[in-house]
């Protein structure tokens, strides 16, 4: 062993000094070595050397599941060995020691019913033992055994010395666990200041993305709603695949703009009804067929989905978000095999959730890809991909109460589990969705931005609505004085009088005319807002016409009623 305390001879003269230099040197060990194996190494070598004892051992006690772990021995070969690698309290004349807390001196162990491996007490010559606890307070930190090839006599110099042992082992063992729980602490501690940069980083994109989010709405409503005027018109037919291109262009601008809005402020999602799972997995399926496609480039290479389980389950939710989420995972599951394979979908019911599993046998994450993969923007497909699918996806079943777990590891495929509320379907109303019947309303926009509201105007008047337009709200509160209107659309963010401003000054001069918000903010307006201000609906740009007109007779068809 490294650590030797005693020389191989000594008089009776100089035990006394040997055994205080002994201590001493076992003293200096504990106060400067973290390494207990170590420590209780040196404990038990100095313990055979300096009492008649013909081999030592030191057991580490484990209070909470009541069982003792051999950590020691001397000399080593006798531990090479040893069968009783551990003992529960009571089992064994260390685990007796362990559960009475008291010493036990065993003068002939092949008479002594407690004794345990007999056949290793034979094997080294070994006929008697002592035990004593190693104690602090009222806690029990181990036991250190004494085994003798006679029966064991301790003088009072030894019990001493039995005694010193026993407290040096008290100590390393407590500082072993002191420095096992300060390193616990460490470790929770970075773990915390991890999860606390982490968090403010997302707060820093979340802010970062609402303010954009609102700027580029805006922008696309102009781009989207210009080309889709452009191609109404029949003198288009020429430019009709620019236009569609440019129509497209600013849908897939708006689908993006919404996952930044969704991963910053995922309230913006919520449960609206009950959504059958089957219908949006297959839908998921059938939107990444594309995908798919692109991803085959080679002869040979091929994709399929199978299904497994109950499809029938509702979940909380609505269909165009739980669309989006298995469509995100979905394609990040066909990319990561480029060489194809089969995507398994499989749901199972986890009493009140319901859980959708997709599972792939693609490259698989490393830890710091898997423990990435939510953060918005990260991405390992290139400068070509944006990085905020399974952002997205996150930030909605979050909202929705549920969770996304991913197991993965390299050359060993994906599992995405996404967990979600299951509910009960609910029978479908009537169906309100063509606008034609209530054409020729009178209605309102009000919006600071001129080529916004030059848009918004002539999606109205192609449904069949005259339109009136404000640059303002208080310009539009003079309209509203001076002649009536059916519908009020107006724009939220605007200087001097916001949207709210207008909704509020309404609703005592006006309260039966039908107030909507059309808005950059998408659907991260407070919904408790919105009722207080008694906002009947909410459009978010860009907003194709037919989704525009749907609102505005949704809304007469609820006035009208009421």
Not at 215 to 225: A, C, D, K, Q, V
Not at 304 to 333: C, H, K, M, Q
Not at 467 to 478: R, T
């Amino acid at each position: 062993m490294a650590d030797s305390f005693a020389p191989t001879v000594a008089s009776q003269d100089t035990i006394p000094t040997v055994r205080f230099r002994t201590l001493g040197h076992l003293t200096q060990l504990i106060s400067s070595s973290l390494d207990v194996e170590r420590v209780l190494g040196a404990i038990a070598e100095a313990a055979t050397e300096l009492l008649p004892a013909a081999t030592v051992s030191i057991w580490i006690a484990d209070e909470v599941n009541h069982i003792l772990e051999l950590r020691a021995v001397s000399p080593d070969a006798a531990g090479v060995d040893d069968p009783a690698r551990t003992l529960r309290y009571g089992e064994g004349v260390a685990g007796w020691v362990a559960e009475s807390r008291h010493l036990l001196d065993v003068p002939d162990v092949f008479s002594d019913e407690r004794t345990v491996a007999r056949g290793w007490f034979e094997a080294h010559g070994l006929k008697s033992y002592i035990a004593v606890p190693i104690l602090f307070h009222d806690s029990l930190l181990g036991v250190l055994a004494l085994f003798g090839r006679e029966r064991l006599r301790l003088d009072e110099k030894d019990q001493e010395l039995l005694a010193a042992f026993v407290s040096q082992a008290g100590v390393a063992i407590r500082n072993a666990r002191l420095y096992e729980q300060l390193g616990a602490a460490h470790e929770r501690l970075a773990q915390s200041q991890e999860q606390l940069v982490a968090s403010e980083r997302s707060r820093a994109v979340a802010q970062m993305s609402l303010g954009l989010a609102h700027n580029f709405n805006n922008l696309l409503m102009i781009i989207h709603g210009r080309a889709e005027l452009l191609r109404a018109n029949p003198q288009a037919t020429e430019l009709g695949r620019g236009l569609d291109a440019i129509a497209e262009a600013a849908r897939r601008g708006a689908q993006l703009i919404r996952r930044l809005q969704r991963f910053a402020d995922p309230h913006s999602t919520c449960a609206s009804g009950a959504v059958g799972l089957r219908d949006v997995l297959e839908d998921a399926v059938a939107l990444t067929r594309p995908a798919r496609r692109d991803e085959a480039k080679h002869p040979g290479v091929d994709y399929e989905v199978r299904f497994e389980g109950d499809l029938s389950p509702f979940a909380a939710g609505r269909a165009e978000d739980l669309r989006e989420v298995f469509t995100n995972v979905l394609i990040n599951a066909f990319e990561a095999m480029p060489a194809g394979g089969e995507v398994l979908l499989r749901l199972h019911d986890d009493g009140d959730h319901v859980v959708v599993t997709v599972e792939d046998a693609g490259v698989g994450m490393s830890d710091e890809t898997r423990r990435r993969a939510f953060e918005p923007f990260f991405t390992t497909k290139g400068p070509r991909a944006v990085g905020m699918g399974l952002p997205s996806a996150w930030g909605i079943v979050k909202a929705l109460g549920g969770s996304i777990n991913i197991v993965s590891a390299p050359g060993k495929g994906t599992r995405v589990s996404v967990r979600l509320i299951q509910v009960r379907p609910v029978p479908q109303g009537p169906d309100v969705s063509a606008a034609s019947s209530c054409s020729g309303a009178r209605v309102l926009v009000i919006d600071d931005d001129p080529l916004v509201r030059e848009v918004l105007t002539d999606l109205l008047r192609g449904g069949g609505h005259s339109v009136v337009d404000a640059a303002s709200g208080s310009e539009g509160l003079a309209l509203c004085e001076a002649q009536p209107f059916d519908v009020v659309l107006t724009d939220v963010s605007m200087p001097a009088m916001s949207g709210w401003d207008v909704a509020a000054a309404l609703r005592p001069r006006s309260p039966a005319i039908p107030v909507g918000f059309i808005t950059g903010w998408g659907h991260t307006l407070d919904r408790d807002a919105l009722a207080r201000y008694r906002v009947d609906f909410v459009v978010a740009k860009p907003v194709t016409a037919a989704e525009l007109l749907r609102h505005i007779a949704t809304a007469l068809r609820s006035r009208a009623r009421g």
